[in-house]
């Protein structure tokens, strides 16, 4: 395992859409391994391949009830919505108030290539959608409500 370096705001691959996984093979769990001692190293609750200069659909996840890799992940509903601060490795110092659903249902490949589906609320769920962002090329200040004069 080692520590990636994260790409900051300003880089390019930031808003370039990732490329789905293939196959699922020792490259991608290195990488996974890779990022989330990268994102655990950095305080972070999310980390998407792009962050740290890998346009693949990869991305890792722990609010703190454990860690999940999702490889070529899908969200295939939202409902409800919440606002709240978000922030971001690739934009440090960066905060702002972005909606997101309350209540949203994923699909995605596990870390050894089998379909996973469940359910994400709140934070969990805010977490899922901003690393997905990120696979897109989007950033979570493409998103910030605009504060009021």
């Known amino acids: 395992m080692a520590l990636r370096n994260i790409r ?5 691959i930031l ?7 293939e196959v699922v093979n020792d490259r991608i769990k290195i990488l996974i391994k890779d990022m989330f001692q990268t994102m655990y190293y950095e305080d972070g609750v ?31 509903s939202k409902e409800g919505s919440y ?9 440090p110092e960066k905060q702002g108030e972005v909606e997101r659903p309350q209540h949203i249902k994923v699909k995605a490949l596990n870390e050894e290539g089998k379909e996973i589906n469940f359910d994400a ?13 990120h696979l ?5 200040t493409d998103k910030v409500i605009p504060e009021e004069e």
């Open 121 to 133: 609320e709140d934070l969990f769920a805010r977490a899922i959608c901003h690393e997905v962002d």
């Open 83 to 91: 606002i709240d601060t978000e922030g971001c490795l690739s934009l």
């Open 46 to 76: 999310g980390l998407a391949a792009p962050q740290v200069g890998i346009l693949k659909r990869v991305v890792v996840v722990d609010i703190g009830e454990g860690p999940i890799a999702l490889i070529n992940p899908e969200i295939i």
């Open 15 to 21: 808003r370039k859409k990732s490329k789905p996984v």
């Open 8 to 12: 900051i705001y300003g880089d390019p």
């Open 136 to 140: 897109d090329g989007i950033l979570f």
